[in-house]
Nanobody
């Protein structure tokens, strides 16, 4: 089992930057897929970015060239660097881990971008 704790959400102006962190309760060295999802009011939860153990990444079209996902296995942490934020990025951001056929979610962190 894995517990995930996100942090870094905040209120920021349009064009600003934030870095989200997701700390896992155990080593992520053997975990293949870690990702960030987001859910805005009235919308379904959607994939923002995913990183695999080999370092390959996947991004939603809406965040390509603005967001960067990374992982630090030594710190059991996955990050989401968000630049050039837009009002449409406003959402609760969730960390997700797939491990051994199980899926784990964090509690979410709120990102609000004011225009």
């Amino acid at each position: 089992q894995v517990q995930l704790v996100e942090s870094g959400g905040d209120l920021v102006q349009s064009g600003g930057s934030l870095r989200l962190s997701c700390v896992a309760s155990r080593s992520i060295f053997g975990i293949n897929a870690m990702g960030w999802y987001r859910q805005a009011p009235g919308n379904q939860r959607e994939l923002v970015a995913r990183i695999r153990s080999g370092g390959s990444t996947t991004y939603a079209d809406s965040v390509k060239d603005r967001f960067t996902i990374s992982r630090d296995n030594a710190k059991n942490t996955v990050y989401l660097q968000m630049n050039s934020l837009k009002s449409e990025d406003t959402a609760v951001y969730y960390c997700r881990v797939s491990d051994g056929g199980m899926v784990y979610w964090g509690q979410g962190t709120q990102v609000t971008v004011s225009s």
